[in-house]
């Protein structure tokens, strides 16, 4: 246990080699056009626009994705979410952790969540599953002044939309420190446990908070949950992380080049001040 421990604690740097096989490796054609982004994001230039990426000058209402975008994989939160659903789904089934692993990833490729999977499948509690699963230390997450400068100097309303509970997200913003920036959290159960990407999320959460989705900005770090919001109007940024975690799907963490990703970058908070300008106390 120790050693899977250490191990899941390093992140693994993608070297330009190691990217390049990746991209051999690809039978997608618009691989090569992911790799060229992937690799063009360097410490020096953590940002990246699309040619016709929209802008922020109208945007009224700024919507933050939470895991792995308000902090990265390196903070070791979502390894311990993920870990308490394989814990779940093991005690559920009576299975061991590696067939429990397998299933769970099985539920979450064909459902969209593990969740999904267990309410359509075996009516479970979701409440249940819910406070089961975000029951880790969130005190892991250190503290970004530095993000929460650049929130909280966003013109407009602030919403954090999220595939996991209102309390993960509370005391996930709240470690951060940022979490007075945001007016409200739209979490799975206001969504009916219906998961991002799913378009009928997105409308929900229009609908309950007013928000007129071409006033509006999308922040997320994976690719496809940018589909629907830049679809119905929204600017959207995709967060990547600058070190590849080995235990999570690629696609989830890849750059994207795609029509419905406006902007890359590895820095929010660097982003958010280039859009807003550095706050008074930096730069
Ligand atoms: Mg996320």
């Given at each position: 246990m120790k050693k899977l421990a250490e191990s899941r604690s390093k992140a693994y740097i993608l070297s330009p080699e190691a990217s390049r096989a990746l991209a051999a490796r690809r039978p997608d054609p618009?691989?090569?056009?992911?790799?060229?982004v992937a690799t063009a994001l360097t410490a020096d230039k953590p940002h990246l626009a699309s040619p016709k990426a929209r802008q922020f000058g109208h945007v009224e209402t700024w919507i933050f994705d939470l895991d792995n975008t308000l902090y990265s994989h390196e903070a070791l939160i979502w390894p311990q979410v993920d870990a308490r659903i394989?814990?779940?789904?093991?005690?559920?089934?009576?299975?061991?952790?590696?067939?429990?692993?397998?299933?769970?990833?099985?539920?979450?490729?064909?459902?969209?969540?593990t969740l999904k999977a267990l309410m359509d499948i075996y009516?479970?509690?979701?409440?249940?599953?819910?406070?089961?699963?975000?029951?880790?230390?969130?005190?892991?997450?250190?503290?970004?002044?530095?993000?929460g400068d650049a929130i909280g100097r966003l013109p407009g309303r602030r919403l954090i939309l999220t595939n996991g509970s209102r309390r993960h997200a509370e005391n996930v913003a709240r470690e951060l420190g940022v979490l007075d920036h945001f007016e409200d959290v739209f979490d799975i159960v206001a969504a009916d446990y219906i998961p991002k990407p799913d378009r009928r999320a997105y409308?929900?959460?229009?609908?309950?908070?007013?928000?007129?989705?071409?006033?509006?900005?999308?922040?997320?770090?994976?690719?496809?949950?940018?589909?629907?919001?830049?679809?119905?109007?929204?600017t959207t940024a995709l967060v990547v992380p600058a070190t590849i975690d080995p235990y999570r799907d690629a696609f989830e963490q890849?750059?994207?080049?795609?029509?419905?990703?406006?902007?890359?970058?590895?820095?929010?908070?660097?982003?958010?001040?280039?859009?807003?300008?550095?706050?008074?106390?930096?730069?």
């Open positions: 618009e691989a090569d056009e992911n790799h060229r394989t814990a779940y789904v093991a005690d559920m089934f009576g299975i061991d952790g590696m067939s429990a692993r397998a299933l769970q990833k099985y539920f979450y490729h064909q459902h969209g969540t009516a479970i509690d979701p409440h249940a599953f819910l406070d089961f699963a975000h029951d880790i230390d969130h005190s892991l997450l250190a503290p970004n002044p530095s993000l409308d929900m959460f229009f609908e309950k908070h007013g928000v007129d989705p071409a006033k509006a900005a999308m922040f997320e770090d994976i690719a496809k949950n940018l589909e629907a919001p830049h679809a119905a109007g929204m890849e750059a994207v080049a795609a029509p419905h990703v406006d902007y890359v970058t590895r820095d929010l908070a660097d982003f958010l001040d280039s859009v807003v300008g550095p706050g008074p106390s930096r730069g």
